[in-house]
């Protein structure tokens, strides 16, 4: 199984800020990765998936990238909307794995 | 645009079989892979496995003896059986199209294992 670890755990910032979310893989995936949006009381919301590529519908202010065991996701200017926590995962293997999530809270 | 519903008990016995339905509307059954997540409260997601168009199922090692997923065409549905269940098994359960990533998604429906 592959493991994915998520850093930091929480990040303290306020809107206009960039926010930097990093996603470590314990083995090497090649093509299929995503991240997830996810608020209380909601179901996921796709954000990237194919490492890079963003789903329908969201802004180009979110940004994938990385390749092997590293990867991030950037927000380059936080708006209001986008506090809330932020999972990887990779669909390349099964079982499919998700991170512990990354927490993006206001300052 | 696809969307998806589950729907199932509330509540299920410690040791009894939790059995959820998702209902998919707005396209075909017949594509793609359709999963299962789940996400006990205040943890991360959990895959609980798949059945594909072609009928083939995958599912997570650590569930796999007590899971199976199965897809009904004519109502074009697909079910998740998880048997023995305990306290451990308690969580919100979501239904997930699989394409580019998990691509659409259930509302989810909330399950606790209680006596």
């Known amino acids: 199984e592959i493991v994915l670890t998520q850093s930091p755990g929480t990040l303290s910032l306020s809107p206009g800020d960039r926010a930097t979310l990093s996603c470590r893989a314990s083995?090497?995936?090649?093509?299929?990765f995503a991240w997830y949006q996810q608020k209380p009381g909601q179901a996921p919301r796709p954000l990237i998936y194919?490492?890079?590529t963003r789903a329908p519908g969201i802004p180009d202010r979110f940004s994938g990238s990385g390749s092997g065991t590293d990867f991030t996701l950037t927000i380059s200017r936080l708006e209001p909307d986008d506090f809330a926590v932020y999972y990887c995962?990779?669909?390349?293997?099964?079982?499919?794995?998700f991170g512990r999530g990354t927490t993006v809270e206001v300052k | 645009q696809v969307q998806l519903q589950e729907s199932g008990p509330g509540v299920v016995k410690p040791s009894e079989t939790l059995s959820l339905t998702c209902i998919v509307s707005?396209?075909?059954?017949?594509?793609?892979?359709w999963n299962w997540i789940r996400q006990p409260p205040g943890k991360t997601l959990e895959w609980i496995g798949y059945?594909?168009?072609?009928?083939?199922?995958n599912y997570n090692p650590s569930l796999k003896s007590r899971i199976t997923i199965s897809m009904d065409t004519s109502r074009n549905s697909f079910s998740l059986e998880l048997t023995s269940v305990t306290a451990a098994d308690t969580a919100v359960y979501y239904c997930?199209?699989?394409?580019?990533?998990?691509?659409?998604w259930g509302l989810g429906t909330m399950v606790t294992v209680s006596s």
């Open positions: 997930a199209r699989e394409w580019s990533a998990f691509d659409f």
């Open positions: 995962q990779q669909y390349e293997y099964s079982p499919r794995t």
């Open positions: 194919g490492i890079s």
């Open positions: 083995q090497s995936v090649t093509t299929y």
């Open positions: 707005g396209g075909s059954i017949n594509a793609y892979k």
């Open positions: 059945v594909s168009s072609t009928w083939s199922t």
